[in-house]
């Protein structure tokens, strides 16, 4: 069935009061509910599900079995019409679950645009994502976790309740995450420990060998015992003028307003003592 520019499958099931931008296309089996917003020249392929008060920007891809919108898995939960909003660009593989913020916190959880959810990933109640990130295939994320952009969170990750990835930071498979990830680094193991820096992405952002050594020796100062305290950390970046690079200075206040405590380096991490 045709409704204008809208293409729905007569398989599928969209109520009245959904609203479909033009171009919005929902495949066979589908369920769109009362509430949901559809953004322009979004696909929802086949057997995928958009309930609640979901808003979905322009352009999103839902594959089959995914489920956007349904109520969160917290037990305080009773039904409030808190909302989902997603932004443009995204990809919504298999069974991937992204859920409504909860009335506990902010009411909302929050997706920005042009991210990959693979198969599996699930998305808690008040969660707040940025824009460019990969989550691999099974990476959960518990309630009121915020990630930042271009983040890349491998296979089986798990991160806990309230912790901060930072921006370019990169989670190993199957990393375990109870802390906040200062961004640009990587981190790996149960529980996660820093695994020194994400190269590879500062590189692909421009970054020459000049500003990687700047970044690699702030590292050193505040994961690495370059000073007995943050504090004395900070004050030996700006000693040496790393403050003033925008990647370091991003580094340290991160580290300044985290919530949940900085994950630790491993005991026996090598990866910039001697670099």
């Not at 009061?17 to 392929?45: E, N």
């Not at 421009?206 to 700047?214: E, F, K, M, N, P």
């Amino acid at each position: 069935m045709n409704a204008g520019d809208v293409s729905i499958h007569p398989t599928a099931i969209v109520h009245p009061g959904a609203q479909l931008d033009a171009g919005v296309v929902v495949g066979p089996f589908c369920i769109v509910g009362a509430h949901a917003k559809v953004g322009k020249g979004t696909r929802i392929i086949s057997h995928a599900v958009v309930e609640g008060h979901t808003t979905l920007g322009e352009n999103n891809v839902i594959y089959p079995f995914a489920s956007v919108g349904h109520a969160p898995q917290d037990l305080k939960y009773r039904g409030e019409p808190t909302t989902l909003v997603i932004g443009d660009g995204n990809t919504i593989r298999e069974s991937a679950t992204l859920q409504p913020g909860t009335i506990q916190d902010k009411g909302t959880t929050i997706v920005g645009s042009r991210n990959l959810f693979m198969a599996y990933t699930h998305i808690a109640h008040d969660c707040v994502i940025g824009d460019e990130n990969i989550f691999a295939n099974v990476a959960h994320l518990a309630g009121h976790v915020l990630i930042g952009n271009q983040a890349v969170l491998g296979s089986m990750c798990a991160i806990h309740q309230f912790s901060h990835i930072g921006n370019l930071a990169m989670l190993a498979a199957g990393a375990k995450v109870s802390g906040d990830v200062p961004p640009f680094c990587t981190v790996q193991g149960d529980r996660a420990t820093l695994r020194g820096l994400n190269v590879v992405g500062l590189r692909r952002r421009g970054v020459d060998a000049t500003g990687l050594s700047r970044i690699k020796q702030a590292y050193r100062y505040l994961f690495l015992g370059g000073a007995p305290t943050i504090e004395d950390a900070v004050t030996l970046c700006a000693k040496d003028g790393l403050d003033q690079d925008k990647f370091v200075s991003e580094m340290i206040t991160f580290v300044k307003n985290a919530k949940r405590g900085v994950v630790r380096p491993a005991e026996n991490d090598l990866s910039l003592r001697e670099d």
